[in-house]
């Protein structure tokens, strides 16, 4: 494939993936060949194009639910999907270009539903079944669905659409995907049209609604089939992934629709309360050799000495973790008592339809503090955020990404969309990292996290990954406070470690001693728990409310 502008291939370094003519970043993984934009495509169809060309054998199991045990065949599956779009259009009338809310904890019946709108060219938007009220009105502001689909516990949430509320958990939605009532009709569906519409977190400001097109989602599962292409031939069986990460999530999302597309084994784990020993125990039942999981349940299981007694993990290949950078502590716990398994990290936004960077192999996952190297299609650079300039390998700036995955902008508000997005279709991810001289991504921080002292920048994850590497504390996180002299000085958020008597002082002089003057740490409370999202990342707008509203010890 001819690389865009031109680049001479003699300029770009073999290593790093480092441009000198242009000072950007190339993606160095097999290139994934995508259709004409001008063909009409949906992503659904670009799927199960490749799922006939290549399919799984038909005793396997597309999808098992590990809370009943109950299994539905890859032929049985692609039935679901199409006998679903068909009751959809003769029931309800639905058709492409609709919108349809999805209000649902994760569920067999969810990756079914997903596909059969997809190939309808129904736009799907997924939300969070916690959310509250005026979140749901929000977000239902943004996506203007004409149909929602939710469980008996979530539907009396939604308010009154054209189309109504079709339970996923009813014997009318059982009916709906197994008995054909009158045949599908094919949708002519642009690859430019809008798939999805995800929500960003809400942790810096309003929600916002992420527009991700067709083409956005092909090009994922494009750069999915090149990877794997490598490694398929050696695969004797298909691989069992048990996804423990919300499907409304861009990670979920595109993880259990990506499994499906490579014709694996998708586990689901159902409703309920989270619970650990569970998830590892579904490991151990049904031989998982691939996990999704986001940070917060890493932690557990590496702060946790006993959540594995007596579990056989041995299935276990790969865990794959994103949403929120892994503390390096917490990493080497888990090499520690998992030292078989392959810790495949990824980093990537809902605004890039998820996964831009990511570790692909057990070498790449053994690169110390890296969150793998550029994905397929992708290019990026690191941008000086004093002058502007694009930086060379291993000098820290802000990371802009451009390739056929970025969003087509945020819904209804072309002021964010602009300032997130340039003119050259760069986007700002607000992030500062580096990447070094073998194309590895390392994260130092968000920009807007950066806490300005006496004209300083000092890093709140620097600080964070000191505090945690002490035995005597289990969880950490940092943010600004004012002052009248510096502007604004470090404020550390402690959970101690249960039965531990560390007092602030000893924490504060145990910064000082590895860290420049203004990184010292002037203010600590001892909290029970750092408040995050479903994703793990820290809720520092809530932190920075309680430093402001208690007094707090000060060195």
Partial sequence: MALQNQDRTSAIDPNS????????????RPQAPLPPETTPLSVADYVFSHLRASPPHPSTAALIDSATGRRILYPDFLRRVETLAASLQTTLGISAGDSAFVLSPNSIHIPILFYSLLSLGVVISPSNPASSDSEISRQIQLCKPVVAFATLETAPKIPSLRYGVVLLDSPEFESMMTNRIGEFRRVKVRQSDTATILYSSGTTGRVKGVELTHRNWISVFAGVYAVHGQSKAAATSPAVALCAVPYFHVYGFGYCTRVLALGEILVTMGKGRFDLRRLLRTVEELRVSHL?????????????????????????????????????????????????VQLAQAYGLTESTGRVFGTVGLKESLVEGATGKLMPNFQAKIVDIETGANLPPSMPGELYLKGPFIMKGYVDDKKATTEILDSDGWLKTGDLCYINNEGYLFIVDRLKELIKCKGYQVAPAELEHLLQSRLDITDAAVVPYPDEEAGQVPMAFVVKRTGSVVHESQIMDFIAKRVAPYKKIRKLKFIDAIPKNAQGKVLRRELIKLALSNPVSKL
């Fill in 17 to 28: 993936g480092f441009c000198s003519d242009s000072g950007t970043f190339r993606s160095l």
């Fill in 292 to 340: 999704a999981v986001a940070p917060p349940v890493l932690v557990a299981i590496a702060k946790d000495i006993s959540v594995m007694d007596g579990c056989d993990l041995s299935s276990l290949e790969v865990v794959g973790c994103g949403g929120a950078p892994l503390r390096r502590s917490v990493i080497e716990q888990l090499r520690k008592r998992l030292p078989n």
